[in-house]
Structure formats: structure tokens, C-alpha cells
């Protein structure tokens, strides 16, 4: 026995916790010391499922950090962790019990330094110009003077000012201007989102649809401008139907909806004088051409007639041309007259060796075309009679088909007729029962409408104990009234009873007298 009480261990102070409260003591501590922290670090392995929330990694050449945004933090963070970049993240250390690991939770990022929004935006670069959008066989070329121009700014800044002013003063036009952030978080939707609404205008419609469309913003840092590096307004730029002029930022300043668009302008200035030309110079062009119109028309005819006189000196005289015809036209109508006499003359004698014909011609003239008759009538007879003989042979056949047509025609007839009165006789029956069964029907929904009124009626109510109080001939249904009336009846199932006057009442003339009950 002292043995084993050697050997159980010693009792100890130390307390004892639940796996749940050291796990949030530890969440405590870690939450307490880390309430805001900032990391540096390259993003590896991102994840976003369908709720919406981001799961990424931080990492660097010696350890890694669990770092998660939530739906929210992720719709206002202005640049979004990709693979491969290098960010600071900004956030909150705490634990996942679940899992027995500790994760950063991460409210915004930013890249760390240019150098990691250049190698992000080259990246996005390589990979929408490997899918054909930058491709200039898919630009599309600017209306020399559109009719509608549709702008894509912001409408408070100085931008739409000088786009306006440019334009006046070079060709005015009229101008759609579609208000949207051109920096923060939500520029890169609401740009987007103005180019394809600008696109879904229907021609002919209320609304113009543009001709042209500005998307143009002023200069900034590489961070302002990122909105319009975003994919999302890069492939509304490619997919725009509307030609599209970028003028995003100054000369230096180069964006990749830039390479999306149709034309590139340098500052927002210059889009507007891409898009129209002067209005003054235009005029003086045409003014210009006008009158090289109207040079050009009357040298050419200038020209052409001196042409033609030089040509009418050398053509001969109307007299010269018609002397010769005129003298062969005299001498043919000198000679016309006796050449009719002699032309007369030999058709007269040719017609006059004709008309000698002998009898013996005639004769065989006859017989040859009497045999050629009689020909012609044998074959005709025979004709007729191979035509009668078929036609005798088609009736001899519809003559052997005829009785047994006939006999099942007078058979489907009798049996039609028998069928016909077999039917009659069923609805003579029919039409005689049908009084009676209607009368019964009727009688029937007499009843149960007789039978309905008694339910309803008040006579089956004073059967099961109640009673009807009238007043003066009048059904009273309250104290007051029974106390006002002069005579009193009240009606039982099996008949009334008269309670009398009250006391001081004087009853009703034609009534018998009655005790009072009062």
C-alpha cells in the first residue's frame, strides 16, 4: 500500500483551462498587442470565393502570414492584391480557433512603391494585349464632324471646361456629358458603366446617340490615374461600338485605356480639337474650293468653244455637201416616169402567161386532191371506230361495276336507316322521361329549399327555448323600448301570451283587458 501511494503524482496549483478559454485568451493577447499593424510583404495563393471575401497569403524569403478582407473592406479597397505583387497591407492580428492559427485581417493594401504598381500594370498589360484588345485592327476611325459627343468626366473639375470651350470656339457641337468619379474607388465602375450606357443609347431615340465619345480626366500621380487601368474599363473601351478618344492625364501620362481607345489625345484640350475641326477654316476651304469650282467651269466651257469653232473651220459648206445629192435626186426624177411605164409593162405580160391555163391541168389538179381526201376520210373512219370501240369497252367494264355498287349502296342505306331509328327511339324516351325527371328534380330543390327556410326561420330558434317579445305589434329588442311599450306579448313555439298594461297605462282601445303582471 505505501508503494502506491508513492506513485501517484503530487497535487498541483496550477489552474486549468478549457481548450475554448485558452484559445481567446490567446485571441486577447494577440488582439490587444496587434490591434493595428502594417506589413510588408508579396502576395501569393489569392482566393476569392463566392461570398465575396479575399483570402490571400503575405510572405517573404523566410515565413508566410494568413491574411483575409471581408465583402466590405474588399468593395473600398482601391487597389485589389494579385499574385506576385508586393504590397503593404494594413489590418488587425487576431486567431481562428478553428483551425488553431492566427491571420491577419486586412483592411486596405497598398502597392509598395511605383516599382510594384509598374510591374502590376505591365503585367495587366502583357495580358489584355495577349487577348487582342490593344490589336489596332480593331480601332475604329474618327468622324471627321460627328454630330453628338458624348463626355466621360467629371463634371466639376476643370477638364469638361476647357473640352467645352475648345469646342466652341472650333466647331460647336452638341454634348452629352456623363458624370463620373475620375479617381478613387469608384472610378474604374462608374467610367465603365458610362461607356457602355453611352453605347446602349438606341439610335432615333429621345436621347442622341453620340457620334464620339470623350473619356478624359486631368493629370495626376500614378495612383490617381489607376482607375482607368483597371480591366473592367479597358474592355468596356474595346467593346465600345462608339468610337473613342482617351485623354486621360498630360502628354507623359499614359494609361492602358489608351491603348484601348480608338485615339489616343495627349491632354483633354487636344481631344477636343481631334474630334472637330474649325469651323472658320472649314468655310475658307470651301469658300476656296467654291471659287476653283466656278474657275474650273468657265475655262472648260471657254475651252470647249473655242474647240469647236476651230473644228467648224474645217468642215466643209452645207451647200457644197448637198450640191452632188441634190443633182443625182433631179436626174433620178427625170428618169422615174419612164421606168414606171416600162416595169408596168413586163408585170402586165408576166401575168398574162400565167392566166393561160388547160383544162387537163384542172382535171389533175382535182384528182389529185380527191385521192388525197379519200385518204385522209378512210383514216378518219378508222380512227373513230378504234375510239368507239374503247369507249364501248369502258362502259362494258362501269356496267359490270354498277350492281354491286348499287346493291352495297342500298344496303349501306338500309343498314344507315335501321342505325336512324334505332336513335330515334332512344330520344322518344328521352324526351318522354325528361318532364318527369325534371319535375322531380325541381320538386326536390323544393324541398330543400323549403327545408332551408325552416332552418333559418325563426320558428326552429324558439323551438330549442327562446322567445320573440313584442311591444305594441313591434318586436322589441332592448330594455328601453319594453319599458315604453303598453302592452307586452311574447311568442312561444307552440303560441303567444299577452303579459297586460303597466300600472298608470292606459292599454289600446280595441284590445281585451288584461291584469297587470307589474
Known amino acids: 500500500?505505501?508503494?502506491?501511494?508513492?506513485?501517484?503524482?503530487?497535487?498541483?496549483?496550477?489552474?486549468?483551462?478549457?481548450?475554448?478559454?485558452?484559445?481567446?485568451?490567446?485571441?486577447?493577447?494577440?488582439?490587444?498587442?496587434?490591434?493595428?499593424?502594417?506589413?510588408?510583404?508579396?502576395?501569393g495563393r489569392v482566393s476569392r470565393p463566392a461570398s465575396g471575401h479575399l483570402y490571400f497569403a503575405l510572405k517573404d524569403d523566410r515565413a508566410s502570414l494568413d491574411a483575409v478582407s471581408w465583402k466590405g473592406q474588399v468593395a473600398k479597397m482601391q487597389v485589389r492584391p494579385e499574385e506576385g505583387m508586393e504590397v503593404i497591407a494594413t489590418g488587425r492580428m487576431t486567431t481562428f480557433p478553428g483551425q488553431s492559427k492566427y491571420q491577419l485581417i486586412v483592411e486596405d493594401v497598398a502597392p509598395a512603391g511605383a516599382g510594384a504598381l509598374m510591374a502590376m500594370l505591365e503585367k495587366r498589360k502583357a495580358a489584355l494585349g495577349a487577348e487582342g484588345l490593344f490589336d489596332p485592327a480593331r480601332k475604329k476611325p474618327i468622324p471627321y464632324l460627328p454630330s453628338v459627343i458624348g463626355v466621360v468626366t467629371s463634371p466639376s473639375g476643370a477638364v469638361i471646361r476647357d473640352i467645352l470651350h475648345r469646342l466652341r470656339d472650333r466647331f460647336p457641337r452638341h454634348v452629352l456629358i456623363w458624370p463620373v468619379a475620375v479617381q478613387g474607388q469608384a472610378c474604374a465602375a462608374e467610367v465603365s458603366a458610362a461607356i457602355r450606357g453611352f453605347n446602349a443609347i438606341e439610335p432615333g431615340g429621345p436621347i442622341p446617340r453620340p457620334?464620339?465619345?470623350?473619356?478624359?480626366?486631368?493629370?495626376?500621380?500614378?495612383?490617381?490615374?489607376?482607375?482607368?487601368?483597371?480591366?473592367?474599363?479597358?474592355?468596356?473601351?474595346?467593346?465600345?461600338?462608339?468610337?473613342?478618344?482617351?485623354?486621360?492625364?498630360?502628354?507623359?501620362?499614359?494609361?492602358?485605356?489608351?491603348?484601348?481607345?480608338?485615339?489616343?489625345?495627349?491632354?483633354?484640350?487636344?481631344a477636343a480639337e481631334l474630334a472637330v475641326p474649325v469651323r472658320l477654316e472649314l468655310l475658307a476651304t470651301l469658300d476656296a474650293l467654291t471659287a476653283r469650282k466656278s474657275r474650273g467651269i468657265a475655262q472648260g466651257l471657254s475651252l470647249r468653244g473655242q474647240r469647236l469653232r476651230d473644228l467648224a473651220r474645217a468642215l466643209p459648206r452645207l451647200e457644197t455637201l448637198l450640191a452632188q445629192p441634190s443633182q443625182r435626186l433631179d436626174l433620178w426624177s427625170g428618169r422615174l416616169g419612164g421606168a414606171l411605164g416600162i416595169a408596168t409593162a413586163r408585170k402586165r405580160a408576166a401575168f398574162e402567161r400565167a392566166a393561160r391555163l388547160r383544162p387537163e391541168t384542172l382535171l389533175a389538179l382535182i384528182a389529185r386532191r380527191r385521192e388525197a381526201v379519200q385518204a385522209s376520210g378512210s383514216k378518219l373512219n378508222d380512227r373513230i371506230a378504234r375510239a368507239a370501240e374503247r369507249k364501248h369497252a369502258g362502259f362494258d367494264k362501269w356496267a359490270s361495276r354498277l350492281p354491286l355498287a348499287l346493291t352495297r349502296l342500298i344496303s349501306d342505306a338500309a343498314r344507315n336507316t335501321t342505325e336512324g331509328?334505332?336513335?330515334?327511339?332512344?330520344?322518344?324516351?328521352?324526351?318522354?322521361?325528361?318532364?318527369?325527371?325534371?319535375?322531380?328534380?325541381?320538386?326536390?330543390?323544393?324541398?330543400?329549399?323549403?327545408?332551408?327556410?325552416?332552418?333559418?326561420?325563426?320558428?326552429?330558434?324558439?323551438?330549442?327555448?327562446?322567445?320573440?317579445?313584442?311591444?305594441?305589434?313591434?318586436?322589441?329588442?332592448?330594455?328601453?323600448?319594453?319599458?315604453?311599450a303598453h302592452l307586452i306579448e311574447v311568442e312561444f313555439a307552440d303560441g303567444r301570451i299577452t303579459l297586460g298594461a303597466k300600472p298608470g297605462k292606459k292599454a289600446k282601445a280595441d284590445g281585451p283587458e288584461q291584469g297587470s303582471l307589474f
Request: no cysteine; net charge negative.
Open 211 to 270: 457620334d464620339l465619345i470623350i473619356v478624359a480626366r486631368g493629370g495626376g500621380s500614378l495612383e490617381d490615374l489607376w482607375g482607368f487601368n483597371e480591366e473592367i474599363v479597358v474592355r468596356a473601351a474595346a467593346n465600345s461600338r462608339i468610337p473613342l478618344i482617351s485623354a486621360v492625364g498630360h502628354e507623359t501620362d499614359t494609361t492602358l485605356i489608351d491603348y484601348a481607345s480608338d485615339l489616343r489625345a495627349p491632354t483633354p484640350t487636344a
Open 1 to 43: 500500500m505505501s508503494d502506491l501511494f508513492e506513485d501517484s503524482p503530487a497535487p498541483s496549483n496550477s489552474p486549468e483551462f478549457t481548450v475554448s478559454e485558452l484559445s481567446g485568451a490567446v485571441k486577447k493577447v494577440i488582439e490587444g498587442e496587434f490591434s493595428l499593424v502594417r506589413v510588408r510583404g508579396e502576395v
Open 421 to 484: 331509328r334505332r336513335k330515334l327511339a332512344q330520344l322518344d324516351l328521352r324526351l318522354q322521361a325528361a318532364p318527369a325527371n325534371r319535375f322531380a328534380a325541381l320538386a326536390q330543390r323544393l324541398e330543400a329549399l323549403d327545408r332551408t327556410r325552416q332552418t333559418l326561420g325563426y320558428a326552429e330558434t324558439l323551438k330549442r327555448g327562446y322567445a320573440v317579445v313584442r311591444g305594441d305589434g313591434h318586436v322589441i329588442t332592448a330594455k328601453a323600448a319594453a319599458e315604453k
